[in-house]
């Protein structure tokens, strides 16, 4: 599977670290499954307002039946992250 997102707001934050990112932001995810009980995850992140160049970061998933996957919209208040300790905002 892959997803294209853009429409990002100064709001947000790349990841858990608080890695910032301008309006200009794409993001372009490539998911799809190496083995029967791994899902990989491979993010391109194109930011030219803020970053010199593109990045990718790799994530593996392994199944799990015992955890229970939600959608949500980022920046709401529950997974808003900006008053934890050490997360860096611009």
Not at 12 to 25: K, L, N, Q, V, Y
Not at 28 to 53: K, S
């Amino acid at each position: 599977m892959v997803v294209e997102t853009a429409g990002f707001n100064e709001k947000t934050f790349i990841d858990s670290t608080g890695a910032p990112h301008t309006d200009e932001m794409h993001a372009l995810e490539r998911m799809r499954r190496i083995n029967p009980t791994q899902m990989e995850d491979v993010v391109a992140i194109h930011d030219p307002q803020y970053y010199a160049g593109d990045w990718q970061a790799r994530f593996l998933y392994n199944l799990r039946n015992d955890v229970r996957l939600e959608d949500y919209v980022c920046g709401q208040p529950h997974r808003d992250l900006s008053s934890v300790a050490g997360v860096r905002r611009p």
